[in-house]
């Protein structure tokens, strides 16, 4: 089945432990990024990767850290997690900017306390 | 920074009425899509529309795009309970990599 599959789905953790949210897609697509959903600020984009070793900031970066060393996987990273990062987050990939849209992952609940 | 704006933010209809919801944005694009989420989950690709198409279908659904204006809709013709969800419009802009997701309708039908 084609899709993007993230892990944890629930994650409690403490300020300042670092922590890694693991995304991975089984359909070969160059496209990937990540979002943070919060209520009434609808999503907003953290990273995306073009492909592999190619990444860039989205609007809200700060805080985080990425990496694309397969085309597969596309980690967030967070060195140093504050309150401030508890949230919803969702990996998604994409074939072509053209005309396809994402396929998201279930989504990461992160706390941090 | 926001570039999708839905409108309204919320909606609640009666099951088989149609749903209409708005989406304006700032910038150029590539193109507008549309995507729903059931309460949490992951969202859900609908529908993309170039630029330079005006408006496309997909079973229930009907987009229409208005460049000039910056602005989008998303019909949903004889509303289901099932259809109960929020939508969001999403933009790619012309620039460069990104994009950018409007806050979102909520859509309750009720049966």
């Known amino acids: 089945e084609a899709q993007v599959t993230q892990n944890p789905r629930y994650l409690i953790t403490v300020t300042g432990k670092k922590l890694t949210v693991t995304c991975s897609q089984n359909m070969n697509h160059e496209y990937m990024s990540w979002y943070r959903q919060d209520p009434g600020l609808g999503l907003r984009q953290i990273y995306y990767?073009?492909?592999?070793?190619?990444?860039d900031k989205g609007d809200v970066p700060e805080g985080y850290k990425v990496s694309r060393k397969e085309k597969r996987n596309f980690p967030l990273i967070l060195e140093s997690p504050s309150p401030n990062q508890t949230s919803l987050y969702f990996c998604?990939?994409?074939?072509?900017?053209?005309?396809?849209?994402?396929?998201f992952g279930s989504g990461t609940r992160l706390t941090v306390v | 920074s926001q570039q999708g704006e839905e409108d309204p933010q919320a909606l609640s209809i009666q099951e088989g009425e149609n749903a209409t919801m708005n989406c304006s944005y700032k910038?150029?694009?590539?193109?507008l899509q549309w995507y729903r989420q059931n309460s949490g989950r992951g969202l859900v690709h609908l529908i993309l529309?170039?630029?330079?198409?005006r408006e496309k279908h997909s079973g229930r659904l009907r987009v229409t795009l208005d460049t000039s204006k910056k602005s989008s809709s998303l019909l949903i013709t004889a509303s289901r309970a099932a259809d109960t969800a929020s939508y969001f419009c999403?933009?790619?802009?012309?620039?460069?990599?990104?994009?950018?997701f409007g806050a979102g309708t909520r859509l309750f039908v009720k049966a």
């Open positions: 529309i170039r630029s330079n198409e």
């Open positions: 990767s073009m492909n592999v070793e190619v990444t």
């Open positions: 999403a933009t790619d802009d012309t620039g460069g990599f990104k994009t950018i």
């Open positions: 910038t150029s694009i590539n193109n």
């Open positions: 998604a990939s994409r074939r072509s900017r053209a005309v396809y849209g994402y396929t």
